[in-house]
């Protein structure tokens, strides 16, 4: 059973009684995306520290009374509880004291990303639909194929020209039936909302499906319980279409709701120079408007943020903040991520990371504050990137003489750089 | 502490003190390899159900006392306690009745090198060296270079000229030294050992090292445990230099001089068609003879296994036996796994299938008999094999009249087939 108690638009504020079937605020359309309230004296007779350490359930699953479903899958592919890694050495590099890193490329398709999908394909089972559908740069996609694969219900993916072959093939390896939407991502976005309705699927669109964000906030309650509840000054995570940042923010007001923390930590929002709609708004105290989206991290390009309500408050509310980053400083990050602590993060996985560095370097993040740094995904997903951030390796001949020619050689040149 | 007591030569069954140092036989020389053996019955009072009940290091030191090692190391990389799958779908379509799959993909560098490589660098840690190398086809390699990093010490890595880019591309973003060698992985291996010798690295090497089947074995445990000690009858699993099915092994073997576990499963090793030295072998009850490496399952094409008697005796110990797949079969496989359970391996990982759907063909293994499925690494590994098995999906135009035509021809020509 769900403690949700009503649904509050995220525009107009008005609010209606919680039922399983709404998608968006009934007066202001589509662009009416709703958010999920929760009784939260009620939830407190049940979500206590003591209900977190007697239970075994390590995955997002264990967080189930704090979310919109009403049971949870029988048998799904095993989302959440990753890692949150005490840094071991990228805290000295970049001058930080204390630095936790939450690796979520740990989840069974990769990325972050599963938590929402999982959420869906529940509430789609919920509401006995048997296909879903969605549009998707990639993440999105193969986490919906994939977990709704295991679970034997059928999807149809939406995915702009440019999505990067890897996750193609992680997507059509799930049996999920691919749309290449000869278009950008907005085009996908279009084409699946048309379908959708044409066919009676079930919406897996992040903006538009309410209970995602209630999925993918089981992020925030991971770090939380794995910092003892003590969470740290900020947390910082890279933002496309604004749904994470917004969840971040919801799992922290929950707990924050419920006595578990003191807290909310700051968000620090860190977009791609090449596609920065929310920074652009912040910046100039005005509304969002519709950007290019030229950035090697593809994951979080998105021209039209479709949630620009939730994601501009969850910083506005924890006094955070918006920076951006290069192409150029995303690579950087990638390469140091994984030299000092051993994570291979995708390009937008990493761009947290980039962000985080010139907030420090700006004086906008002093070092003696905590910080914890989410990685949205596994740089496998698009090894054409990495690549990008690397020199080939050098062919070296078999033998002892060459190898320590080349090595020699190669030292030199680093020395001479 | 460690309950290791002797090391025993695979080769001469000469029995030496248990040291640290000690590498090969030193009777044999490098082919001795060496088996490390423990005092079950001192480790029977430490190692029991209820230990395992009240631990919670959900990982593979969970595990430490059954291994070769001083200590556990701080904050590494969360490798192992992968998710042990009950199979939704995949059984009832090849046609058993009881399937359990082991997701190895879902470890920190997505296979289940990362065991091995663990230990490896907790040895190397514990004999005060600075620098691990290794040769390796990929997994091996990405494995010891992500927890290396992680902990601060350097690595380099030799890899035969044909390593997918993948691969190389994690390897590199953990910032190893890379030594691309011009030839395959033989040629890799013989330079990695030459220059190993010549300075002195720690060496990672799965077949020289006695402790990295150790950390292997730690798959075992986990199978066993997550089956609540009730083991199926079979554990299938593929098959390169011989590593990892000895390792299985020795991990039920260690359970059953423990009495945690009332039988040892039968062990069926799979290996590709265009590399099958140990089925060759075993086929025709003689010597293994060296093979081509010759399939797209790079991680297990290795035409010398260095590990040779600890694998061919785990499959006769068990009563097991060995099989082939063909390419074709391995694709298969990988769409298969995909499909129905939403988990994505790459061929290597999934080759185990392709060998378990063969044996049911046969009668090899019956459809009663209750079975383990190990995937030994994640697709995205190698997306471009991946792509191999799948049609590009069909280009549409950002409208539902088109989207519709493309659906239906696509459907017409699914039912035409």
């Not at 120079?273 to 100039?284: I, K, L």
Request: hydrophobic share 40%.
């Amino acid at each position: 059973m769900s403690f949700a108690k009503e649904f509050e638009c995220t525009l107009c504020h008005k609010t209606f009684e919680y039922s399983k079937d709404l998608m968006t605020c009934p007066h202001c359309g589509e662009k009416g995306i709703l958010d999920i309230t929760y009784d939260y004296e009620l939830m407190k007779g049940t979500v206590t520290r003591s209900y977190f350490k007697s239970n075994k359930d390590y995955s997002m699953w264990r967080y189930a009374p704090l979310m919109s479903i009403e049971g949870i899958p029988k048998n799904p592919l095993k989302v959440g509880w990753t890692p949150l890694y005490p840094s071991n050495r990228l805290n000295r590099l970049i001058g930080l004291q204390k630095l936790f890193i939450k690796d979520e490329g740990m989840n069974p398709t990769q990325s972050l990303k599963d938590r929402a999908s999982a959420v869906a394909i529940q509430k789609a089972i919920e509401a006995n639909a048997s296909v879903i559908a969605c549009s998707s740069t990639g993440n999105a996609a193969s986490s919906l194929a994939g977990n709704a694969a295991r679970l034997g219900l059928k999807t149809y993916i939406f995915v702009p020209k440019r999505a990067p072959k890897g996750k193609l093939a992680q997507i059509m390896t799930f049996g999920s039936n691919v749309v290449k939407v000869d278009g950008d991502y907005k085009a996908a976005f279009q084409l699946s909302k048309i379908a959708i309705n044409h066919f009676g699927w079930y919406n897996r669109n992040a903006a538009i499906n309410p209970h995602l964000v209630e999925g993918k906030k089981t992020v925030a309650f991971e770090i939380a319980e794995q910092l003892n509840f003590e969470v740290t000054d900020w947390v910082v995570v890279s933002v496309g279409d604004g749904c994470t940042i917004a969840s971040v923010y919801k799992g922290f007001y929950d707990l924050f709701q419920l006595n578990l923390i003191t807290k909310i930590p700051k968000l620090l929002g860190v977009q791609a120079e090449g596609c920065a709609p929310f920074y652009q708004a912040w910046m100039t105290h005005s509304p969002i408007k519709e950007s290019e989206e030229s950035t090697i991290a593809d994951s979080i390009a998105v021209g039209i943020p479709r949630n620009p309500v939730k994601a501009l408050n969850a910083v506005n509310q924890t006094n955070g903040a918006w920076i951006t980053a290069s192409d150029q400083e995303i690579l950087e990050a990638m390469a140091i991520l994984g030299k000092t602590e051993g994570i291979f993060g995708e390009p937008a996985g990493v761009t947290g990371l980039a962000g985080l560095m010139k907030a420090l370097e700006s004086g906008l993040i002093h070092g003696d504050e905590s910080v914890t740094l989410i990685v949205t995904g596994n740089g496998l997903k698009d090894t054409d990137s990495a690549l990008k951030a690397m020199n080939e390796p050098i062919l070296v001949k078999p033998d002892l003489k060459s190898f320590i020619e080349a090595m020699f050689n190669k030292e030199e040149e680093d020395n001479n750089e």
